[in-house]
């Protein structure tokens, strides 16, 4: 038996999300399983590095799954995509130690959301930005962001369904890049609260908007209150694209 | 009554190409005139440059209609993209003389076709661009293009589905780019027989492939055989770039 990393890339439009969960449509993990399982032969379990939402996507998921097989690890790829649909490719893999755990061991985890901010859409992003069609001042958005790094209790940006008592979370960097219509928020931390970057995102277009004053968000940022912070921004405009070991 | 001209990107994905056909699945004509007609009031009939395949996308068609309402010409783009599903998107709006075809007045058009060259596919364009796995040579693909260029008889371009008889045609220009692992074939010709383009860059590949020799290509590119030319490349690698008028 061998403990085998692999690294995906998923389209999360038509997935509702990673976690595989009764009584509803397929999930990233059900599918990637039964893929593995038709490798492998036997039964197996996949654990991922985070449980990406329904409708978010991801350049660079991690997870790993014990394989029995003998196959060499650099045929993996290949073999697995062949088993996959088009929208889940895995590209790369390596063989890691028995005790390595894609969840338990991520140090950080980096994730990008994408806004497209012209009038009209664009047909071939659509499922992977968020269209928001007003007027934007980076200037403030800059810094607004500014205030996000570092250490703070991130309670009041964290949906309700979530049971976790510790809020404090770290974020280690947050950028913007500006290119042809596209804003590209680049966030990178120790790990994030149920909807955390969605609810930082719609905060930041609020803020914009004058709608959240900076005083707030200095409450917000010491554990103020979920009803005080911007709205959630939709799921698919959020892609995972490093996890860090 | 105005004749309004528009710019048109689709996701041709989930059409059977643009035209209006009996007993098929949805088409782009159909669906943007059905939302035109939601518009005027009374039915219409949309005129586009040229009839993409099914499959093919666009960034730039250019399609005409008469429109009996008073709208000013500005806000049309945002009235029927509010009536239009996510993956048809009209660009731009004009007031063109009554006179104005976009079919008969077109002077010529430009395609791109998207070859991703890299071993694992991509899942985010894999729509858009056709994945070829296979070591590709460059050099004599461009030296392959240069044949191309200039005024010939494509009869050995063309598929055997169509009933023209004048195969000779003239292409203006015709490069390819290389960036990221994809190639971008842009072509640009007075007009093209039905799957030119798609067998044109089939037979790139298989002359990169050493299938079919220069000596073979020039006698192709004199009115030679179809079955000698190259496959026909899939339709979702091909976009309509530009209508010239």
């Not at 980096?110 to 659509?126: E, G, H, L, T």
């Not at 007027?135 to 570092?150: V, Y």
Request: proline content about 3%; aromatic content about 12%.
């Amino acid at each position: 038996m061998r403990n085998i990393k692999l690294v995906l890339e998923y389209d999360g439009t038509n997935y509702s999300g990673w976690q595989i969960q009764e009584n509803t449509d397929q999930t990233i993990q059900q599918v990637l399983q039964e893929a593995l399982e038709k490798l492998n032969k036997s039964p197996l379990k996949v654990t991922a590095a985070g449980r990406t939402d329904a409708g978010v996507h991801a350049l660079g998921q991690v997870v790993n799954f014990n394989l029995d097989i003998n196959i060499p690890v650099k045929r993996i790829p290949m073999a697995i995509n062949r088993l996959l649909p088009s929208d889940i490719v895995c590209r790369k893999a390596w063989e890691v130690p028995l005790e390595f755990h894609a969840r338990f061991d991520a140090r950080g985890k980096k994730y990008r959301y994408r806004i497209y901010n012209q009038q009209i859409p664009s047909v071939f992003i659509r499922n992977y930005i968020f269209h928001y069609r007003y007027k934007l001042n980076l200037d403030i958005i800059r810094r607004a962001m500014a205030c996000f790094k570092g250490t703070h209790d991130f309670r009041a940006f964290c949906s309700s369904g979530s049971q976790i008592k510790d809020t404090v979370r770290t974020i280690n960097d947050f950028v913007v890049k500006e290119k042809n219509g596209e804003l590209w928020f680049e966030i990178s931390g120790d790990s994030f609260l149920y909807n955390m970057i969605r609810i930082i995102i719609g905060t930041l277009l609020e803020i914009s908007a004058g709608k959240i004053k900076f005083d707030v968000l200095k409450a917000l940022l010491d554990g103020g209150d979920r009803s005080l912070a911007g709205f959630t921004a939709p799921a698919h405009g959020l892609t995972l694209l490093e996890v860090y070991y």
